[in-house]
């Protein structure tokens, strides 16, 4: 018959089983380590020794909850984004908002996270960590920090030039090829290859789809403005109907925005959206759009294997002894440096601004409260997106945690219900939206599918 002491054991041992099995994994459980060092300390009382610990996700389940959390995230800042600047908001104003949230976004989760529990050796809190010797993992945190900074910041001006939706997929699908396949080496192949690259393929021909959709729209839009009756010409040779002039200056004697008075989808709305707007696309090459969407492609590509070596240590740059980053603390460093590099770039986008936005000033951006709430919440989303895919990534792998690049599902359902995109357009482009979108979505749930365990 067992004794009380015994019967007390097995309660606690128990419960640490509980704790390791638990739906998000907790990452440790004090109560087990104290057994192994001392057996007479579990006899001690209870308070004593049930200790709080760090929360750490580390099951499959947990981190795919983190990936879905972040897919809607990060897939619905973007539209706040485009919706101010389509509404005239200067988005040098619009991204310092962003930027601000973005940063507080990531101290919450570090003092939160990164600080509630108590510090162990190979699992230091945030403040522990914020003084060790570990400059190797944090330059490579700040690194992704720096490229994701100037990948958002593109892709603020493409959005304008090519559209939400063609813009967050062939961004998205660059980072799922190029991304995916550097973090799943970087893992060690705890992703499954065989489920894995053709998830990778799947998303290279959804960019395909993508540029094709994108071109067949042009050219639905194109047709559009050649049916409209041609009264005027600005000096910049941008056409407006006697309509849509009419509609634009019965909108500012009521202190509306023009866009809404014509239906979605017509040349009239195409024409009043960029009368209104802050970023004019007439007459401007569609080349622009898409340089500044690559571009953004291929720094999304490295902020993640940058983080996922800030975590993790692969290349063995940390010094014998020193704990690796936790990943609260690596997202703090990852997101001082995306604030920073955000700021230093657009308070010079104020007094030299880039494509023909109009100049600005430090002082009438303080002064600019249009929007400023949505902008603040942008920053929140896509501050706690980026955490929760980190989150994620740390769990089941940085190559099955790029399944959050999904986004552009999110990203079109917003640009089709908020701006009308692809509105009225031929049935060839909604025949390649379909395409584009199913090849999207096989590949997430491919790429899902590939999700592994890290030891």
Known sequence: MATNQEKFVDQYMSIYISCQNAYFGVADCSIFHCFVADPGFLFQTRDSYCKIIMYVVESKG???????????????????ITLLER????????????TITNLLAAVIIALTFGQIGDSSVHRPNFFTQLSQDNWPSVLFAMAGGVVLSLGNLSTQYAWAFVGLSVVEVISSSMTVVIGTTMNYF????????????????CFLVAVCLASVVHSSNVADNKAKLSRLPLDNKSEKGTVLSS????????????????VGKAKAGTATFLIELEKRRSIKVFGKSMFIGLSLTFFAGVCFSLFSPAFNLATNDQWHTLKHGVPKLVVYTAFFYFSVSCFVIALI??????????????????KAYLNDWNGRWWAFLA???????????????????????DAVQALPLVSTFWGVVLFG??????????ILLFFMLFMFIAAVGVLMGSSGHRK
């Open 87 to 98: 509404r005239g908001r200067l988005p040098q104003h619009t991204y310092l908002d962003y």
């Open 62 to 80: 947990g981190a795919i909850v983190c990936m879905l959390l972040a897919l809607f995230f990060l897939g619905t800042w973007p539209a706040i």
């Open 345 to 362: 770039l657009n308070i010079s986008f104020l007094y030299h601004p880039a494509l023909g936005v109009p100049k600005s000033s430090f």
């Open 186 to 201: 970087l893992d060690d192949r705890i992703n499954r290859a065989e489920i894995l690259f053709p998830g990778v393929g």
């Open 243 to 258: 309509a849509s002039e009419e509609a634009v200056s019965k909108d500012q004697e009521n202190g509306d925005g023009p």
């Open 421 to 430: 995109e692809y509105r009225k357009s031929s049935r060839r482009t909604y």
């Open 379 to 401: 920053g929140f989303l896509c501050g706690f997106g980026n955490g929760l895919q980190f989150m994620g990534g740390q769990a089941a792998g940085y190559a099955a945690a």
